[in-house]
C-alpha cells in the first residue's frame, strides 16, 4: 500500500481558474514537500511544510501558491490563478513515520497531472 | 548554477549488460540519491548516500560517491528491460539552522533504456 496518494490524477484548468491539488498521506508524516516537473524537464523543488508552517520555498512558490493542512491530515496546494506555464506534473512527498536506523523515509506520490488551457 | 548535473542524458543498451549514469552537483550536500520515474509515473527512491560513505550497494545498484570532485555514479548491473525509466540523482543540503530533511534538487536525469 503506497504511503501517499494525490488526488485528482489529472486536472485540466482554464486559465486564470483556481486549482487545489491534494496530497493523501496514509499514516502520520512530519515533513511535507511539494515539488513539479514541467514536461521533459528536471524535478523542481517548490515548497516545504513542518510543524503547520512552511519551512522554505523556492522562487517559484510566488504569491499565486500556497499550500494548507486543513483537516490534520490531507495537504493541499492551491494555485490561485492558474497560467499556462503551471502546466506540469505536481508530486507531494513526504517524511516522517516510523524510523529506521534514526532516519525516516522519503516517500513521493504519484503525481497530479496539471493542464492550464 | 545546475545542482545534480547527470549524464549520458540518455543511454541505451541491451538486457544483461551493466548501466552507469553519473552525476555532478556544485555545492556542499549532507546526502546524495537516486530516483527512478517511469514513463509519466511518479519518483521511485531507490538509494541514498551520505557525504561521508564513498560507496553503497542495495541489489544490483552501486553507487558511489567522491566528495571532492562533487560527484555520484549509479551503476545497475545485469539489467533488464523493467529498469527502462528515468533515472535522477537528488542532492540534499541542510540549511543553517533548518531541518534534516531539507529541500532535494533534483539533476536532469539520464534516460535509459534497455533492449530485451
Known amino acids: 500500500e503506497p504511503e501517499v496518494t494525490q488526488t485528482p490524477s489529472h486536472q485540466v484548468t482554464q486559465m486564470g481558474q483556481e486549482v487545489i491539488l491534494r496530497c493523501v498521506p496514509i499514516?502520520?508524516?512530519?515533513?511535507f514537500y511539494w515539488y513539479r516537473q514541467i514536461l521533459g524537464q528536471k524535478v523542481e523543488f517548490l515548497v516545504s511544510?513542518?510543524?503547520?508552517?512552511?519551512?522554505?520555498k523556492s522562487e517559484i512558490f510566488d504569491d499565486q501558491f500556497s499550500v494548507e493542512r486543513p483537516d490534520g491530515s490531507n495537504f493541499t496546494l492551491k494555485i490561485r490563478s492558474t497560467k499556462l506555464e503551471d502546466s506540469a506534473m505536481y508530486f507531494c512527498?513526504?517524511?516522517?513515520?516510523?524510523?529506521?536506523?534514526?532516519?525516516?523515509?522519503?516517500?513521493f506520490g504519484p503525481g497530479t497531472r496539471l493542464t492550464v488551457l | 548554477s545546475q545542482q545534480g548535473e547527470e549524464d549520458p542524458q540518455a543511454l541505451s543498451i541491451q538486457e544483461g549488460e551493466n548501466a552507469t549514469m553519473n552525476c555532478s552537483y556544485k555545492?556542499?550536500?549532507?546526502?546524495l540519491q537516486w530516483y527512478r520515474q517511469n514513463s509519466g509515473r511518479g519518483l521511485v527512491h531507490l538509494i541514498l548516500?551520505?557525504?561521508?560513505?564513498r560507496e553503497k550497494h542495495s541489489g544490483r545498484l552501486r553507487v558511489t560517491l567522491d566528495t571532492s570532485k562533487k560527484s555520484s555514479s549509479l551503476l545497475i548491473t545485469a539489467s533488464r528491460a523493467a529498469d527502462t525509466a528515468s533515472y535522477f540523482c537528488?542532492?540534499?543540503?541542510?540549511?543553517?539552522?533548518?531541518?534534516?530533511?531539507?529541500?532535494?534538487?533534483f539533476g536532469q536525469g539520464t534516460i535509459l533504456t534497455v533492449h530485451p
Open positions: 537528488a542532492t540534499a543540503s541542510f540549511r543553517a539552522g533548518g531541518t534534516s530533511y531539507g529541500k532535494l534538487t
Open positions: 512527498a513526504l517524511v516522517g513515520g516510523a524510523a529506521k536506523g534514526g532516519r525516516r523515509d522519503r516517500y
Open positions: 548516500i551520505r557525504s561521508n560513505e
Open positions: 555545492t556542499s550536500i549532507n546526502n
Open positions: 499514516s502520520n508524516h512530519l515533513y
Open positions: 511544510f513542518y510543524n503547520n508552517e512552511i519551512s522554505e
